[in-house]
């Protein structure tokens, strides 16, 4: 039977080494993107030859990019997605032992030969790359003398290993969890990076409220918190510890971009706890600028919780307008309280930026409201005690309702 002809990888051509200039990181990141589309199309229908193109992407990768301005971050965050979806296709490719050593040689080198580095993400994974317990001990036999010798040596200062990562994650699933606990102890600074696979050792030999105590006592001076939270909470979750994990780590380790997306993430890890007990933990994390999380609590269907919110601190002022705008006719009472409040905050000088128009929409949509419930004298009284009232923006806000304030 004749043998399935290779692709011919597209993306080779386009990953030459030095093939994107200083100016061009937008269209390197859509070039990484389109590997990662092409690779992953061959790797349904053929996971060894997806596998195989994966390598040749990543081994070509850094040579292609190294000269494109980065300074923006986009293309580091592209290239960190592929390697997230590629890797996996190599880790799972039924691969032999002669081929999988090969790949991981090739690996390496493209790893060794990355200066600056964007490939980076490979050491951090290199046990789950080697597939199996055998593979990752043998790497680790190669690595750990290296890093033993760097680690408890006696000259001052900062000592770096080329691939402590790495051995320390082949540790790890090599299931050689002392040995990397020792290693450890022979790094004299805290930090996190490293202290982490001391975490997994410990949480793997069921020593948990150790390795939650190591967890506590790990982050250096630039370690961000989130990232211990984030491990203390798997454990406790791993443990069935569902209530000690959302009292103790839920908030710090489940922290978004935003503050919506930020609640949505930790309802949805613990559907137990009620939205309202999550909404109220949350603001009582961020004093005084409890007006934050008011989009959450709308969203939610908290509308006495979030017009509250509205009301104790400064909330944006556009995200008050659309909700005013959307809750209307369905909930005017909201309605009503949301657009004062808007008009409140843009008074007292909140808000970025802020237009005429963005002040008359307040008014606008209260006003629908305050005639649906029949208050509208109440509401253009109400309206101007606010904008009375002495603030930066108060005389922004009375020139923009002067015309519906006095026709």
Known sequence: ??????????????????????????????????????????????????????????????????????????????????????????????????????????????????EIPYIEALEDRWGELCASPEVASRWADELSPGLRACWSGTSPGF???????????????????????????????????????????????????????????SPGLNDHPQAVAEACEEILLSSGMREEAYRQYAIMANRKTTHVATFKAIAKKY???????????????????????????????LLDLALDLARRSGADPRTLNRAARDFAAKEPRFSLGVALASIEWMALGYGYEITHGDVIMAYDEGLKAAQLLGVEAQMKQAVGDLIGKTGPGGTFVRSALDYRLNR
């Not at 699933?173 to 790094?187: F, I, N, P």
């Not at 559907?271 to 609590?297: M, Y």
């Open 159 to 217: 000592r770096y290993f080329k691939g402590s990562t790495a051995c320390l994650s082949a540790l790890l699933v090599a299931g050689r969890h002392q040995e990397l606990l020792d290693l450890l102890s022979l790094y004299k600074h805290s930090f996190w990076s490293y202290r982490r696979y001391g975490v997994k050792a410990l949480a793997a030999m069921g020593r948990k409220g150790e390795a939650i105590k190591y967890a506590r006592e």
């Open 1 to 114: 039977m004749n043998k399935p002809s290779k692709p011919k990888w597209e993306f080779s051509a386009r990953f030459r080494a030095r093939a994107f200039g200083g100016r061009s990181s937008r269209l390197a990141c859509q070039r990484v993107k389109e590997a990662v589309s092409e690779i992953s199309t061959v790797a349904r229908k053929d996971p060894m030859l997806g596998a195989e193109g994966a390598i040749r992407f990543i081994e070509k990768l850094s040579p292609a990019i190294e000269e494109v301005d980065s300074s923006s971050g986009a293309l580091g965050t592209a290239v960190n997605r592929a390697l997230d979806a590629l890797i996996p296709l190599i880790v799972e490719a039924p691969a032999d032992p002669a081929t999988r050593d090969a790949w991981l040689e090739r690996l390496w080198d493209a790893f060794m030969a990355d």
């Open 271 to 301: 559907p137990e706890q009620t939205p309202e007990t999550i909404l109220r933990d949350l603001v009582a994390s961020t004093p005084r600028d409890e007006g934050k999380w008011f989009a959450a609590a709308k969203d939610a269907g």
